[in-house]
Each structure stands twice: as structure tokens, then as C-alpha cells.
């Protein structure tokens, strides 16, 4: 298994795992889609080259993922409503935002891409 071009993706959304999952595998990457932070963090031991998590999976949420992965220099996207004080949280921890609403095969690429050699 080539952890090197392998996506860890975690959304509690079946429709936005679906959608990740097509965007990705069909650009040539490797992905992995789970539905909640435990099943993740399992997940994050394989290393895979980048980490795309909703903010809200239940009683965690993508900020302790966030932390877990750039911990592993695993590089983090984090999926959520526009919200200031998360995006400032995610800044201090290394790890990109991105309004829910603004979520396109287009961006999502540009941060894989950018991210994963």
C-alpha cells in the first residue's frame, strides 16, 4: 500500500464523503473515507499524505484530528461553517480551512496538490 498519494478523508456526510472520494480517486489518489474521529485516528497511523476532516464529527471535532495529523506532519484541511475563532485555531495549528460552502473538486485539488508531492 503507497501511503504517499493516500487521503485520509472524515465527514459524518455520506454525500460529501461520495463527492471527495470521486474528485480524488479520479485525479490519481489513494482515499480513505471514514465517518467519525475514532475510526480516523486509527487512520492517521497509516500516514497518509493528507488529512481532510468536516470541524463536526460528533462529540470531537476535526481540531483534534488537526492536532493528531500535523503532530505526524500529516498536512490537515478542515471543512466547516465560516467561523472566525476556528479559523484562527486551525492558523496556530498549521492546518488550512475551508467554508463548506466554498467546497469544489477545483479547491479541494488545489490544497491536495499544493500539499502532497
Known amino acids: 500500500m503507497d501511503t504517499q498519494h493516500q487521503i485520509l478523508v472524515v465527514s459524518p456526510s455520506p454525500t460529501r ?4 472520494r470521486t474528485w480524488l480517486s479520479t485525479a ?6 471514514v ?3 475514532q475510526a480516523a485516528k486509527v487512520q492517521l497511523q497509516s500516514g497518509p499524505a493528507a488529512l481532510i476532516t468536516d470541524l463536526k464529527l460528533a462529540e470531537y471535532n476535526g481540531l483534534h484530528l488537526a ?14 461553517e465560516p467561523d472566525l475563532g476556528i479559523d484562527g485555531e ?6 488550512a480551512c475551508l ?8 479547491r479541494i485539488l488545489e490544497f491536495v496538490e499544493s500539499k502532497v508531492p
Not at 464523503?17 to 471527495?20: A, F, K, Q, S, Y
Not at 490519481?28 to 473515507?33: A, D, N
Not at 467554508?99 to 477545483?106: G, L, N
Open 17 to 20: 464523503c461520495r463527492d471527495l
Open 28 to 33: 490519481g489518489y489513494w482515499v480513505t473515507v
Open 35 to 37: 465517518s467519525g474521529f
Open 67 to 80: 492536532v493528531r495529523a500535523i503532530a505526524a506532519q500529516i498536512p490537515v484541511l478542515i471543512l466547516s
Open 90 to 95: 486551525a492558523d496556530k495549528l498549521g492546518a
Open 99 to 106: 467554508a463548506t460552502a466554498d467546497v469544489s473538486r477545483e
